[in-house]
């Protein structure tokens, strides 16, 4: 047992390492050298855990997803939920942050950033899958649409937010999308229930958090005395 807990936190030094180092450097420019300068760990023990600089970003992408959140009884709060505790991650969490910079980085032509967009909107489809499947949705909905509309909703709205504020008014400029956006997915009656405020994520986040080792990886999970809605593993 405590090898596999030196084994997590090492993976999780490594992730933290690269993370900084594809923020300040860019995916191409960033090198397996200066990772394992900054992590402080060797090249045998990189290697152990990521077998390229790419296995390297994936890890780093799947921290998007890497926490589950309280079961609520409407699919559409979980998925209010998630974007906002999202907006709130990434203004506090430098892992998440270089998660969501390199899906974006135009220049990272050599790193394939589909897993990244394609790990989100599956978690989306599914969220929406489960919210048409209890009546929530308008019957014209279609949900695979509607994930990669809101996860480009997302994107957008976080780069703006990034290039205005450093991402310091991002809840806010989250609220008002889902604001615009429910509207025209949601039944009127489910739409009238749900809390989309600025608020939230920090009072979902207050509940509490704890780390769990989930196939060879820290998973953070929310903690509620219920069984999770969703587990992410990643890839």
Same mark, same amino acid.
Request: charged share 25%; net charge negative.
């Given at each position: 047992?405590?090898?596999? +807990?030196?084994?997590?936190?090492?993976?999780?030094?490594?992730?933290?390492?690269?993370?900084? @180092?594809?923020?300040?450097?860019?995916?191409?420019?960033?090198?397996?050298? $200066?990772?394992?300068?900054?992590?402080? !760990?060797? *090249?045998?023990?990189?290697?152990?855990?990521?077998?390229? *600089?790419? $296995?390297?970003?994936?890890?780093?992408?799947?921290?998007?997803?890497?926490?589950?959140? /309280?079961?609520?009884?409407? *699919?559409?709060?979980?998925?209010?939920?998630?974007?906002?505790? &999202?907006?709130?991650?990434?203004?506090? %969490?430098? &892992?998440?942050?270089?998660?969501?910079?390199?899906?974006?980085?135009?220049?990272?032509?050599?790193?394939?950033?589909? #897993?990244?967009?394609?790990?989100?909107?599956?978690?989306?489809?599914?969220?929406?899958?489960?919210? *048409?499947?209890?009546? $929530?949705?308008? #019957?014209? !909905?279609?949900?695979? $649409?509607?994930? %990669?509309?809101?996860?480009?909703?997302?994107?957008?709205?976080?780069?703006?937010?990034?290039?205005?504020?450093?991402?310091?008014?991002? +809840?806010?400029?989250?609220? @008002?999308?889902?604001?615009?956006?429910?509207?025209?997915?949601?039944? /009127?009656?489910?739409?009238?229930?749900?809390?989309?405020?600025?608020?939230?994520? %920090?009072?979902?986040?207050?509940?509490?958090? !704890?780390?769990? #080792?989930?196939?060879?990886? !820290?998973?953070?999970?929310?903690?509620?005395?219920?069984? /999770?809605?969703?587990?992410?593993?990643?890839?």
């Amino acid at each position: 047992m405590a090898r596999q +807990e030196r084994a997590i936190r090492t993976r999780r030094t490594i992730l933290e390492a690269a993370a900084a @180092v594809f923020d300040e450097r860019g995916y191409t420019s960033a090198t397996i050298g $200066e990772i394992l300068d900054r992590a402080g !760990v060797t *090249k045998g023990a990189l290697y152990f855990h990521f077998g390229s *600089k790419e $296995e390297l970003a994936v890890g780093v992408f799947e921290e998007q997803l890497a926490i589950t959140l /309280p079961p609520q009884s409407s *699919k559409l709060q979980e998925l209010v939920d998630s974007g906002l505790v &999202l907006a709130r991650r990434l203004r506090s %969490e430098p &892992l998440v942050r270089a998660s969501v910079g390199l899906a974006l980085d135009q220049g990272a032509m050599d790193l394939d950033r589909t #897993p990244a967009f394609r790990m989100w909107i599956d978690q989306n489809v599914q969220m929406l899958a489960e919210a *048409k499947a209890q009546g $929530e949705l308008l #019957p014209h !909905v279609d949900v695979a $649409e509607t994930a %990669e509309l809101l996860v480009g909703g997302f994107s957008g709205v976080q780069l703006l937010s990034q290039l205005r504020c450093q991402r310091q008014d991002l +809840e806010r400029r989250i609220v @008002v999308m889902f604001e615009h956006f429910l509207p025209s997915i949601a039944v /009127p009656a489910v739409l009238a229930r749900l809390d989309i405020s600025a608020e939230r994520a %920090e009072r979902v986040l207050a509940q509490g958090q !704890v780390e769990l #080792p989930v196939q060879g990886r !820290v998973q953070v999970q929310v903690q509620k005395g219920a069984v /999770p809605t969703q587990v992410s593993t990643g890839a």
